[in-house]
């Protein structure tokens, strides 16, 4: 499997040439097949024919580039209400907002907090839960998806 940095390097041309943006990607490896999801923005919003077009062309490059081995499905997704987060400018978007993290080390026994994104200082995240504020850098994070509020 190529590295995830070579994976984001070789895409996001190809995403941003067809009119989206780049929002992100998971890979998951599950056992013989391994799923890679990319989601895809758009100011105006995804279609469903959005996805279809950047997919098709992924699965292209990816057909000629063949940076993963073995086999995988590909699925090409808006991110949804519940967008995940990858990056500080997306953090920085979301100031405010209610989010779910999930951490790569536990901190203080536990790795999933659910709170009030506060700030964004430098490469970190500002989050209350309850009575308390939490540090995390970045790049201790697994996993961070916005809490939809209906």
Same mark, same amino acid.
Request: glycine share 8%.
């Given at each position: 499997?190529? /590295?995830?940095?070579?994976?984001?390097?070789?895409l996001?041309?190809?995403?941003? =040439?067809? =009119?989206?943006?780049?929002?992100?990607?998971?890979? *998951? +490896?599950?056992? $013989?097949?391994?799923? !890679? /999801? *990319?989601?895809i923005d758009k100011e105006s919003g995804v279609l469903v024919d959005d996805c279809e077009k950047v997919s098709r062309? #992924?699965?292209? #490059? !990816?057909?000629? %580039?063949?940076?993963?081995? =073995? @086999?995988?499905?590909?699925e090409v997704s808006s991110p949804g209400w519940d967008r995940p987060l990858f990056n500080v400018e997306q953090y920085k978007a979301y100031i405010g907002s209610i989010i779910e993290v999930r951490l790569q080390a536990p901190f203080n026994g536990r790795r999933k907090? $659910? =709170?009030? !994104?506060? +700030?964004?200082?430098?490469? %970190?995240?500002? !989050?209350?839960?309850?009575?308390? @504020?939490? #540090?995390?850098?970045? @790049?201790?994070?697994d996993k961070a998806n916005v809490v939809p509020q209906y």
């Open positions: 499997m190529a /590295r995830k940095d070579d994976l984001y390097q070789l996001k041309p190809v995403v941003e =040439g067809m =009119g989206c943006d780049f929002w992100g990607m998971d890979y *998951i +490896a599950q056992g $013989k097949r391994s799923l !890679l /999801r *990319i989601y062309q #992924i699965s292209a #490059i !990816l057909d000629v %580039e063949d940076p993963i081995k =073995g @086999e995988y499905t590909l907090f $659910k =709170g009030l !994104l506060a +700030a964004v200082e430098n490469d %970190e995240i500002v !989050l209350q839960v309850d009575a308390e @504020e939490f #540090i995390f850098p970045v @790049e201790t994070i």
